[in-house]
C-alpha cells in the first residue's frame, strides 16, 4: 500500500479528533464561572502537541523493530510478560469500545450542529448509525476500507480551507472576535486553578487517541515497510499538529466558548462563512470523517481477539480470523458495549471523554516500556539512545495515565479503573481453564490402546416411553440393533394416575414381552425426575466401564411451529441428563411427512 | 363454599366496573362541545342496568343446567358445534387479556387520581402492578383467593358510604352542583347524535364483564349448589345496578364532567368528603379491588385453556391444570399480551375500552343460544319459558355486539374484528396438526410385530472427530461396544487446512488402524455442510431399514460459564442434523472433574 492510501486508512481516527480533543479542553475550562482559566487553553494546545510529537516519535520506534502485530498486546507479551500484556489487551478494549461511541457521538454533534432541528434525536441517530455500522461490518467490508481514503482526503481539505479563511480574514481584518462578559470575582486557590487545568489537559489528550495504528498496520505498508511507516507516522503527526495549533488559535482569537447544541468547530466555521453551502459540506465531511474513525475500531479489534485468542484468553473462537463467527462475535460485541455506552451516558461526549484517553495511554505506556526492553536485550546500533527515547517515552505516557487519573476519576474514569483488573482477571481465568481442559482431554497412544484392548464393557438402555407410538416402535427396534447378548434394554415409563399407569402396563405386556417395563410414580407429572433418579440407581449398581444409554423416541414435525404445539421433554430430559450424568443420550428421531 | 364467601371471590370483575363505566359513557357524551349529549346519560345508564338483569336471569339459566364449566366455550361446543364454540373461545381470550389491561389501567388511574404527583409514571405503576400480578400468580394463588374476600366487602362498604354520604347532603342541600357553561350552538343532526348515544351505551356496557364468572363457577358452591349460585348471581346484580344508579344520578346531579388526570368516581367522592382521610382510603380501596378484579383473568384462563387443549384446539401441555408448566405459560401469555396492550394505548383507559366489551357480549351471546338449543333438546318442565328467556338475553346481548361493532369499529373494535377469526383459524390449525400427529403415531399391535419379527437391519455408526482427544476415545469405544459384526464405523474428520488435515491422519493411522477414517475438505472452515452432505450420501447406499447414527463425542463442563468458552458445534451439529435427516444422533459426554 502507497503512503498516500496508508495514511488516509491508518489515521482517520487520530486526525478525527480535532472534532471534539479542542471542545472538550475548552468545556473544562470555562465550567468556572469567571473564566478565570480560559487563558490557559493555549497553553495546553501547545502542550499537547509537543506531547503527540513524544509519542510519535517514540512509535517510529515501535515501526522499525515491528514486532509482527498485536499492537501493545503483542509487544508486551514479548517483552514483558502476560500481566503487563493483559493489561494492555484490557486498555485496549476499552480503548476500541470508546472508540466507537465517542467518535459516533461527535459525528452526530457535527450534524446536529448544522441542522439543530435533528437535536432530540440525537441518540437515535447515534445508534442508527451504529446499528448500520455493525451491519456493514458483519457483512465484510475487506474491499471498503479503500472508500474510506477520499472523504479523509477531502476533510484535510475542508480544515485547510477553515483555517486559510480564518487566518486571512484575521489578516484583512473582517474577523472579529465575540465579546465575553467576565465578571471579577476572587481568584481561584492554586490546587483549583492546576486541578483543572490538569483536567483540561487530560481531556485534550483523548485527541492522540488512534496514533498508534500504523505502528500495528506496518505490513501493509509498501516496501521499503519501515520507512515509509516511519515517514507516514511524522506526516500524520505534523498535519495534525498543525490543525490542532491552527484551529486552536483561531478559537482562542475569537474568543469562542462551548454552546449547548453546537460543536466549538461549527461555531468556528460558521464565523468564518457563516451558514453558506461550504459551512454544510464542512460539518458533512467532519460527520463523515468522525464515523470512519469508530469504524477503524471494527477493524481493529477482530485483530486484537484473534492475537488474545490463540494465546488463550480470550474464546478460542476468536482466533480464526477469517471465520465467519468469529469475526461476528467480536463486531457484534462492540456493538453492543458501545451501543449501552451511548445510551448510558445519552451521546453525551463530555461524560464519555472522561472515560476515554486513560485506555490508550495505558497501552502506549505498556508498548514504550516493552520497547525499552527489547533494546536492553538486542543492543542493536544505537540502542542507548532508542531505549533512552522509548524510556522517556513511557515515562511521559505514564504521567499523562496518573493526570487523567486523578482528574477525571470522578467524573467516569473510575469504570475503567474497575474495568481493567476485572477483563484481566476473566482473561487469566480463561486461560485456566483451557489449561485444564487440554490436561482433561491429552489422550496418549498407550492409554488409548489401553481402553480399547481390555473389555470393553456393556450397555445398558433405558427407554422412556408415554405411549406405544411408531416413535416407540422405531426407538426400541434401533435398541435392539445396538444390543448384544450381554446388554439390557429397560422401557420406562413415569406415571401420575394409577389407572393410566395400570392400561399402559398391560398395553405393553401384549406388545412386548421381552423387555421388562419400569413403572415410576411421579405424583407431581414430573417426568425427569423419576428417570434421573432411576438412572443413579442403576449407574451405582453397573461397573464403571458399563455404558448406559438413554433412548428418547421423537418426533420431527415437519413445520417449525408445530414444535410449539409439543412439550419439548425430550429435549429438556437430555438438558438435564447430559451435563450431570455419565450416560449417552441417544435420539431417535421420527420424521413426520405431513 | 359459601354464598357470603362466593360473592366477593366471584364477583369482584363485575363489581369494580362502576370504576370505569360510568365515566366512559360521561367521556363520549362531554366530547360533544354543546354537551347537547350529556342529559341521555340518565337512560344510557337506567338501559344498562335493564341489559344487567336480563343477562343476569339469562345466566341464572345457566347455572340451573350447570354443564360443568368450560364457560360460553364448554356449553357452545356441547350445543352449538365447533365453530360458535372457538368464536367464544377467542373472545372469552381477548377478553382476559383485555380485563387485566382495563383493570389495572383504571386501579392505577383511581390512585393517580388521589396522588396526582405519580400521573407522570402511570404507564410503569400499570406494568410494575402487572409483573408483580405475574410473579404472584406463577408462584401459585390457590388459598389466596380468600384474601380478596375483605376487601371486597370494604369497596362495598366504602361505595355505600359514598351513596349515603352523597344523597343525605342532597337532602340537606349541602351539596352544591357544578356550574357548567354550556354554549349554544346549531343542535346536532338526528344520526350524529344517535351515534354518541349508543356509543356511550356501548362503553357503559363494559360495566358487565364478569357477570358470567358465577355460573363459571357453580362447582364451588355450597350445597344446594345451583339454588346459593342463583341467589348470589341476583345479589350481585342487585347491587350492581344499586351502585351504578346511585352513582349515575349522583354524577348528574353534581354536573360532573371527565378531567384529564382524575377518575370521575375520585371527583365525585371529593365533592362530597373533600380530601379526607375518607377520600383517601376510598380511593385505595378503589384500587385495590380493580387491581383484584385485573387478577381474576389469572384465575380464568388457565381453566379456559384446559377445556381448549384438552379437545386438541391450543397447545396439549395447557391441558393438565395442575402441572406447573402449562399453568404457567397460561399466565406468562396472559401478562406479555396485557403488558403489550397497556404500553401501545399508554395505559388510555377511555382506547382500550374500545376493545373491551366486544368479546365478553359475543361470548353472551353465543352462551345464551347454546341454553335455547339445550331447552329445545332437553324439553324439561318449563322449557318453553326457560328458552324464550335465553333467546331473548341472546338476542339483547347480539344487539349489543353489533351496537358496539358500528359505534366503536374505527376506535379500535377493529382489532378484535381481526383478531377473533384469526384465533379461529390458529385453533383449526393446531387441532388438523394433532389429527395428523395422531394417525402418524398409531401403532398396532400387528405393525409392532412384523417390524420386530423381520430382519432388523444394521447400523452404520459416524463419529466426527477434530483430533484424538479422552472425549474422542470414550465415543469410539461406546461405537465398538454398540456395533456388531455387520455394522460399520466411519471416523470422519472435517478440515480445511491441508497440513493439519495431513497429521490428524498420520496420528489417527497409528492410533486405530482399524476404523476408516474419512476425511471431508471444507474450505470455508464449515463443520456441518461437509457432514450432512457426507451423511446424505450415505443413507442413499444403505437400506432403509439400516440406521444411521452419528456419534458426537462432547466434552461437559463443570462450570456454566465454561461452556461459553467452547464453541457449540456438537449442539448445532445436532439441530441441523435431527429434524431433517432420518438419523439416530447420540452424544457420548466426558464430564471434566475441573
Known amino acids: 500500500m502507497p503512503k498516500w492510501k496508508a495514511l488516509p486508512i491508518f489515521s482517520s481516527d487520530a486526525l478525527s479528533s480535532v472534532g471534539y480533543g479542542p471542545e472538550q479542553i475548552a468545556i473544562v475550562l470555562a465550567s468556572v464561572p469567571t473564566l478565570a482559566t480560559y487563558r490557559y487553553f493555549g497553553p495546553i494546545v501547545l502542550a499537547i502537541i509537543a506531547l503527540l510529537f513524544i509519542v510519535a516519535l517514540s512509535y517510529t520506534q515501535v515501526v522499525r523493530v515491528n514486532p509482527g502485530g498485536g499492537g501493545s498486546y503483542g509487544i508486551a507479551m514479548k517483552y514483558l510478560g502476560v500481566y503487563p500484556a493483559l493489561t494492555a489487551g484490557a486498555a485496549l478494549l476499552a480503548d476500541y469500545i470508546l472508540t466507537v461511541a465517542v467518535s459516533i457521538s461527535s ?85 483549583a486553578l492546576m486541578l483543572i487545568v490538569l483536567r483540561a489537559f487530560a481531556n485534550g489528550c483523548s485527541s492522540m487517541t488512534g496514533i498508534e495504528a500504523i505502528a500495528n498496520g506496518v505490513t501493509m505498508f509498501k516496501a521499503p515497510q519501515q520507512k515509509n511507516a516511519i515517514e507516514t507516522t511524522a506526516i500524520m503527526a505534523c498535519i495534525l499538529a498543525i490543525m490542532l495549533g491552527g484551529l486552536g488559535y483561531l478559537i482562542i482569537y475569537l474568543h469562542l466558548l462551548p454552546t449547548q447544541g453546537y460543536t466549538l468547530l461549527s461555531l468556528l466555521v460558521e464565523d468564518i462563512f457563516s451558514r453558506t453551502l461550504i459551512y454544510y459540506v464542512i460539518q458533512i465531511l467532519m460527520m463523515v470523517i468522525l464515523y470512519i474513525a469508530a469504524n477503524t475500531a471494527y477493524n481493529g479489534l477482530p485483530p486484537l481477539l484473534s492475537f488474545m485468542a490463540v494465546d488463550g484468553y480470550v474464546p478460542r473462537y476468536f482466533a480464526n480470523r477469517g471465520e465467519r463467527l468469529s469475526y461476528s462475535n467480536g463486531i457484534q460485541v462492540l456493538t453492543l458495549m458501545a451501543g449501552i455506552l451511548i ?106 490402546t489401553k481402553v480399547m484392548t481390555t473389555d470393553l464393557g456393556r450397555n445398558i438402555i433405558i427407554i422412556p416411553i408415554a405411549s406405544p407410538t411408531q416413535a416407540v416402535a422405531k426407538a426400541i427396534r434401533y435398541a435392539k440393533i445396538i444390543s448384544g447378548s450381554k446388554d439390557k434394554i429397560y422401557a420406562v415409563h413415569v406415571y401420575s394416575d394409577d389407572e393410566r399407569g395400570k392400561k399402559i402396563k398391560t398395553l405393553w405386556r401384549q406388545l412386548e414381552p421381552d423387555i421388562e417395563l419400569i413403572m415410576l410414580q411421579s405424583p407431581y407429572r414430573q417426568l425427569t425426575d423419576p428417570l434421573i433418579t432411576f438412572i443413579q440407581e442403576l449407574r451405582k449398581e453397573t461397573a464403571p466401564k458399563d455404558m448406559i444409554t438413554v433412548l428418547i423416541p421423537e418426533f420431527e414435525t415437519k413445520k417449525l411451529w408445530h414444535r410449539l404445539l409439543h412439550n419439548q421433554s425430550g429435549w429438556l430430559l437430555r438438558l438435564r441428563i447430559l451435563p450431570y450424568l455419565d450416560v449417552v443420550v441417544s435420539t431417535v428421531p421420527l420424521q413426520f411427512t405431513k
Not at 474491499?143 to 486571512?168: D, H, K, N, Q
Not at 517515552?393 to 469504570?415: E, H, M, Q, S
Not at 475503567?416 to 482473561?427: A, C, G, K, R
Open 343 to 448: 445510551v448510558l451516558f445519552q451521546g453525551n461526549i463530555e461524560h464519555l471523554i472522561s472515560l476515554y484517553a486513560i485506555g490508550v495511554f495505558l497501552s502506549f505506556t505498556i508498548a514504550q516500556s516493552a520497547m525499552v526492553v527489547y533494546w536492553r536485550q538486542c543492543r542493536e546500533r544505537n540502542w542507548r539512545l532508542f531505549s533512552v527515547i522509548n524510556g522517556f517515552g513511557a515515562l511521559v505516557t505514564a504521567c499523562v495515565v496518573v493526570i487523567v487519573l486523578i482528574t477525571k476519576f470522578i467524573y467516569g474514569a473510575w469504570i475503567i479503573v474497575l474495568l481493567i483488573p476485572t477483563l484481566v482477571y476473566m482473561f487469566l481465568k480463561v486461560h485456566h481453564h483451557y489449561d485444564d481442559v487440554r490436561e482433561q482431554l491429552l489422550l496418549t497412544p498407550e492409554e488409548y
Open 107 to 191: 459525528g452526530t454533534a457535527a450534524l446536529v450542529s448544522a441542522f439543530p432541528v435533528l437535536h432530540p434525536y440525537h441518540v437515535y441517530l447515534d445508534l442508527g448509525v451504529l446499528i448500520l455500522m455493525m451491519i456493514v461490518n458483519l457483512r465484510g467490508t475487506r474491499e471498503a476500507s479503500t472508500v474510506f481514503v477520499w472523504p479523509t482526503y477531502f476533510f484535510l481539505a475542508a480544515m485547510g480551507i477553515t483555517l486559510i479563511g480564518g487566518f486571512y480574514q484575521i489578516w484583512n481584518g473582517t474577523l472579529t472576535a465575540h465579546t465575553v462578559a467576565v465578571e471579577t470575582v476572587a481568584p481561584l486557590n492554586q490546587t
